[in-house]
């Protein structure tokens, strides 16, 4: 249902042309338009096989401003009427596009959740980057073994952009990048740095093996080094793997790689969050020269 209201029609003046024959003034959640947004909270997220069904939803003005700046293709605007004007340019620049405005309440009901940052927008998603072209000028990548945990892959990209990891490689049971709460935590890193999921693994490692990249996985072992050793090396290619909280790197894959690395800790600890860990050697693996 949309509103024909004079608050609505105000609004839609002021605008402006270009702007308001697109605004959808939503009176309820049952317009059939809004469906992209039905239902985003975490817990019914999770019961759905692929949340996107061929998109995903960006959340908040400076994670969708990422997402067009990244050259992905928005198929609707969804947002408070206060935040309208903080947008404007973003949707004068995307014409053709619709915009649905509404209260917080009628927001709240569409999605199942209270709209912290008052807007999000529905997005195609990207096509698949492909492994061979990810990996031909890259010198640090990152390799994620069964990361389930969306608030830790999304920290992790965004150390990734900010620390100079060129690619992100996902192992299949991976978590998605793409869902709503791995976008927002990333603050729209996962647009930045490349990533691709991997079909077979650990047997995709042999890729790497194959590129020039010398392998590291993060994990206390015997083997293990001093990530400050490591570093020394000043290895060319380098592909840093990380197992996920609290199981950590398999042991199938602890064997195919070339090197073990741990960060030294004081007495009494032996384990950090694995985000702050990957944080930590993402810096202290860093290309010194480039």
Known sequence: MTSTGSGSSALRALAGPGLGERLVFLESGDDPRVRDYVGLSDAALRQQGDPANGRYIAEGAKVISRALAAG???????MASKR???????LVAHPGVPVFVGEDAVLE???G????????????????????DVLRDAK?????EDMVDHTNLGAIFRSAAALGIDAVLLSPRCADPLYRRSVRVSMGAVFQVPWVRLDSWPEDLHALDAAGFQT??????DQAQDIDEVAALEIPKLALVLGTEG?????AVLEKVARHAMIPMTPGMDSLNVAAAAALAFWEL???NP
């Open 286 to 288: 860093r290309r010194r």
């Open 113 to 132: 959740f209270h709209l912290h940052r008052g807007a999000l927008a529905a997005m195609d998603r990207p096509a698949p980057v492909v492994l061979e």
């Open 140 to 144: 640090r990548i990152a390799v994620l």
């Open 247 to 251: 199981a950590g790197v398999s042991d």
């Open 72 to 78: 992905h293709s928005p198929r609707s605007f969804f």
């Open 84 to 90: 309208l004007a903080g947008l404007f340019d973003v």
């Open 109 to 111: 009901a569409v999605t």
């Open 216 to 221: 590291v996985a993060m994990e206390l072992t």
